[in-house]
């Protein structure tokens, strides 16, 4: 019989990761997106990826089963997504498992 799960992941230190993974993608030099002149109505933005390794737990529990759930440290790696409007500084918009 199939039972549903509950899957939650935890971050080892998860605000230190957002700024590491934004301040890497501030170093991109070859950007003119201050320089583009479109019309009003549209918007630049400009896009840095990187990939990092990062740990944590992984909480693995039956839905509808009392006992506590599995816990299960992982390190793996991820590839993130910055994006930043003209003017602005990049923020973390993604991060997707590579494994």
């Known amino acids: 019989m199939n039972h549903p ?3 939650a992941a935890s971050l080892e230190e998860p605000g230190l990761l ?4 934004e301040k890497l993608a501030a170093c991109k030099r070859n950007s ?3 320089r583009i002149a479109l ?17 944590g737990t ?4 039956e839905e509808e089963n009392q006992e506590p759930p599995v816990n299960m440290p992982f390190y793996s790696s991820f590839f993130f997504t ?4 003209k ?3 990049f923020e973390l918009e993604w991060a997707l498992s590579l494994s």
Do not use: G, Q
């Open 82 to 85: 910055c994006i930043r409007e």
């Open 32 to 34: 003119d997106i201050n």
């Open 18 to 21: 957002t700024e590491i993974v």
């Open 5 to 7: 799960l509950i899957i």
């Open 39 to 55: 019309p009003d109505d549209w918007a630049v933005i400009d896009t840095s990826s990187t990939e990092a390794f990062v740990s």
């Open 58 to 61: 992984m909480a693995i529990a």
């Open 87 to 89: 003017k602005a500084r």
